[in-house]
């Protein structure tokens, strides 16, 4: 299995900070590379596909960046409504792995 | 637009099967060109991938589950099954289906299933 992992583990930032989570995979999974936010109660929603393309509907402050075996994920105003628990998603290989989470709070 | 809706017992004893549907509204399984999965998330902890299944009945599941686990597909009814098989308090999660091509982007909200005597 490709496993994942995630960087920090959590975090906590203010409002209007720039935020970066990273991911690195244990093995070259090119740009197959997903990103999801989980809010507390809900399922995952897909923010970023490709490793760098927004999915329809998500705002702009949310991107996505890298290839191979590391990949960065940014928000670059962070808003009250981002606080959630963030994962990447591999889909090179199966089966499917997600990284562990990383969670995020307002500071 | 597609919606999925997981339903089920919400409690199964230990070494019994667990048993969930998704289904489908706002398109057809049927349709072709998504996988539909079942995945995973233990309390306080992350996504685990448990399978998927095409409208064809082809499947694939995670080799740490594949012993327990089918994934059925009923194509007249729109809808796919979840089956895993003697549980242990370690299969207790919130269960999830969605949609799939390369990324998850549909997803059920999700149903908790405790097993517990």
């Known amino acids: 299995d490709i496993q994942m992992t995630q960087s920090p583990s959590s975090l906590s930032a203010s409002v209007g900070d720039r935020v970066t989570i990273t991911c690195q995979a244990s093995?070259?999974?090119?740009?197959?590379l997903n990103w999801y936010q989980q809010k507390p109660g809900k399922a995952p929603k897909l923010l970023i596909y490709?490793?760098?393309n927004l999915e329809t509907g998500v705002p702009s402050r949310f991107s996505g960046s890298g290839s191979g075996t590391d990949f960065t994920f940014t928000i670059s105003s962070l808003q009250p409504e981002d606080i959630a628990t963030y994962y990447c998603?591999?889909?090179?290989?199966?089966?499917?792995?997600f990284g562990q989470g990383t969670r995020l709070e307002i500071k | 637009q597609v919606q999925l809706q997981e339903s089920g017992p919400g409690l199964v004893k230990p070494s019994q099967t667990l048993s969930l549907t998704c289904t489908v509204s706002g398109g057809s399984i049927s349709s072709g060109g998504y996988y539909w999965s079942w995945i995973r998330q233990h309390p306080g902890k992350g996504l685990e991938w448990i399978g998927y299944?095409?409208?064809?009945?082809?499947?694939y599941y995670n080799p740490s589950l594949k012993s327990r686990v089918t994934i059925s597909v009923d194509t007249s009814k729109n809808q796919f099954s979840l089956k895993l098989s003697s549980v242990t308090a370690a299969d207790t999660a919130v269960y999830y289906c969605a949609r799939n091509r390369d990324a998850f982007d549909i997803w059920g909200q999700g149903t908790m299933v405790t097993v517990s005597s």
């Open positions: 998603q591999q889909y090179d290989n199966l089966p499917r792995t």
């Open positions: 093995q070259d999974i090119s740009n197959y």
């Open positions: 490709d490793a760098s």
């Open positions: 299944i095409y409208y064809s009945g082809s499947t």
